[in-house]
């Protein structure tokens, strides 16, 4: 990949707080919070890891991506089909993976996720990697509780995941 390559940036501002989305190529590589739990460590990562800067500016996917999130918040929509570009571990692309397959409208704890995964005893490493998430609501982090059913963190922060979970749940 060459090192000239843009990541094209856009905000969006969702029911539940601005969210900056990303594309590289015809993949969403970034759906992060603004307002994030831990600034800065998923642009360095995603930057360093696909050697691109950031350019604002509109593509197709994000376009699409946006689409999709209107649609998601007005409750027409259960699942995405955007091409997605990950940049992580093996291990955290296997969470992300694991992530994608807690369907609509359920929850999953972080010890639950870790059997999952056939890692039973990785519950830490399980929860950084789930913090590690560069592409939220599409690689539903959100949908991860605490092992008691209790909120816990989330980079866009505890009334973000209330909101998307009770959106999921909503009759």
């Not at 509109?58 to 209107?70: F, K, N, P, R, Y």
Request: hydrophobic share 40%; net charge positive.
């Amino acid at each position: 990949m060459a090192r000239n390559q843009k990541i094209r940036i856009q905000h969006y501002l969702s029911p539940c707080g601005e969210l900056v989305l990303g594309s590289l190529g015809d993949k969403l590589c970034l759906c992060n919070w603004v307002k994030e739990k831990h600034p800065g460590r998923v642009d360095q990562r995603l930057q360093t890891g696909l050697k691109a800067g950031y350019e604002e500016g509109a593509s197709d996917v994000l376009q699409e991506a946006i689409g999709q999130l209107e649609a998601y918040f007005r409750r027409e929509r259960v699942a995405f089909d955007i091409p997605l570009l990950t940049i992580g571990t093996a291990f955290q692309m296997r969470v992300w993976r694991a992530l994608q397959e807690i369907p609509y409208g359920q929850t999953c704890s972080y010890g639950e996720l870790a059997m999952r995964i056939g890692c039973p005893k990785a519950v830490r490493a399980v929860a950084n990697a789930n913090g590690a998430n560069a592409i939220s609501i599409f690689i539903p982090c959100h949908r991860i509780i605490g092992s008691d059913r209790s909120l816990t963190g989330y980079g866009g922060g505890l009334e973000a995941k209330r909101y998307l979970l009770e959106l999921e749940t909503m009759k």
